[in-house]
């Protein structure tokens, strides 16, 4: 158990840098499926794009 912890410790800031590059790929999904929902014609293609957006709050919630 100590060993688990201590790898945790050791790897902190490389773990906190991968999530954060994690979070802004995210947030960069969120804003590209809002502007392809703004610029939809069909509701299918707003319904999609809506589902972009989810999944991708989802992921950084």
């Known amino acids: ?4 912890v201590q ?3 050791d790897y902190a800031g ?3 840098v991968v999530c954060v590059v994690g979070a802004v790929l995210y947030l960069r ?3 590209a499926a809002r502007q392809s ?10 319904e999609a ?3 972009r ?6 992921m950084i919630g």
Do not use: D, N, Q
């Open 7 to 9: 790898l945790l410790v």
């Open 29 to 31: 999904e969120i804003f």
């Open 53 to 58: 957006m989810a999944r991708g709050t989802l």
């Open 14 to 16: 490389l773990i906190y």
């Open 37 to 46: 929902g703004r610029k939809a014609l069909y509701s299918l293609e707003r």
């Open 49 to 51: 794009a809506g589902a």
């Open 1 to 4: 158990m100590t060993f688990f």
